[in-house]
């Protein structure tokens, strides 16, 4: 019974991290875009060239997170069964 409950714990935990990661991203673009728009040039702000990769990995470690999250608690649910 413990040993489901853990499980279940870890799930809510990669959940939570999933939320910081996606907060985390926010941040990161907006802190990006706000950064280009206030130089001389904005070639860069309006064609989006180079391209910043951080924020879109952010997401995807979120997505990640909330997938095997859900999956821990599914698992751990099951087994209390």
Known sequence: MLDNLIIMGMGGFFLIMALIFF??????????NYGLSQ????REFLTRWPMRI????LRVGGW???IIGLL???I???LLL
């Not at 130089?39 to 904005?42: A, H, K, S």
């Open 23 to 32: 907060l985390w991203a926010r941040g990161e673009e907006r802190g990006l």
């Open 72 to 74: 821990l608690i599914i």
């Open 64 to 66: 990640l997170s909330v």
């Open 76 to 78: 751990g649910g099951l």
């Open 39 to 42: 130089r001389r040039d904005l």
């Open 54 to 57: 951080e924020p879109g990995a």
